[in-house]
């Protein structure tokens, strides 16, 4: 049997990631989305998944690019100047070089899942913005934050795959310690991570490939679609091609090779 969990990140970034998330759940193959308490549309994103109540849900817990929810004075070592860190590189070398507490880590992370809980969401996993949840020093954090509000999964896959780059080698590392730590703690994993070396460029072809490669077991695939490519790009310069992922996952040659090669669809609350 080869399940798949098809999970949009970055929802409530912004309204054209909203829109591009909701239309790939309703005409395509989206299953499970993230939701992102720090941004700046997470309101709008709350109404849109209100009325979506198929579309699985979970919080991108977000310790970099974003502003925190806490007070800024409150976390004097993990926003110093009220912005959480540039990126997933300059919040790894701060843990390094022991500069972040892990107690302000775990205030800002409470403070995000209190605000989707408050806005009477049912939460069924847990993952974070560019990953940086599996780094061996936030794990913990992020698995007693889960306890605490009752969510029972996390993304941890042991296995990623293609394993192209060093980003998705440094996260399959992680990833392969801390699984097992994961569902020892009681919490539900999927057994495979896909598509993390085509973050922002998952156009049809790839989106084929990696069907035709997929193993046995449950695997997750990570997507980024939205509307409007020029909006969101002013917003956020990462390169994305959200548009081109939107029409990927929307593709009817990709779901007829899902049916073709006898792959389920899951969300994460499946697991």
Excluded at 1 to 14: E, K, P, T, Y
């Amino acid at each position: 049997m080869r399940r798949l969990i098809v999970n949009a990140d970055d929802m409530g970034l912004h309204a054209g990631i909203n829109a591009g998330v909701l239309r790939c759940h309703q005409e395509g193959i989206v299953t499970s989305a993230s939701v992102s308490p720090n941004g700046v549309a997470f309101e709008e994103a709350c109404r849109l998944l209100r009325g979506a109540p198929e579309l699985d849900l979970g919080i991108h817990l977000t310790l970099v690019d974003e502003a925190p929810l806490s007070p800024p004075d409150s976390l004097p070592t993990l926003a110093p100047r009220g912005r959480l860190p540039r990126g997933y590189a300059a919040l790894f070398r701060r843990l390094l070089m022991r500069q972040v507490r892990e107690a302000e880590v775990e205030r800002e992370l409470v403070a995000q899942a209190a605000r989707v809980r408050d806005a009477g969401l049912a939460v069924s996993h847990l993952d974070s913005h560019q990953h940086v949840h599996l780094h061996p020093a936030l794990l913990p954090v992020v698995i007693r934050v889960a306890q605490r509000f009752g969510v029972r999964a996390l993304r941890a896959a042991a296995r990623v795959m293609p394993l192209r780059g060093m980003k998705p080698a440094l996260i399959s590392l992680f990833a392969r310690r801390g699984m097992s730590r994961v569902r020892k703690a009681g919490l539900k994993t999927p057994d495979v991570f896909v598509g993390l070396a085509d973050t922002g460029r998952l156009d049809e072809a790839r989106l084929l490939r990696l069907l035709a490669r997929l193993p046995r077991g449950t695997s997750e695939l990570v997507c980024h679609p939205g509307c409007g490519d020029a909006a969101i790009g002013a917003a956020y310069p990462w390169g994305f091609r959200w548009d081109g992922e939107s029409k990927a996952l929307t593709s009817p040659a990709v779901g007829e090779a899902l049916a073709r090669e006898r792959i389920q669809l899951i969300a994460y609350r499946d697991l």
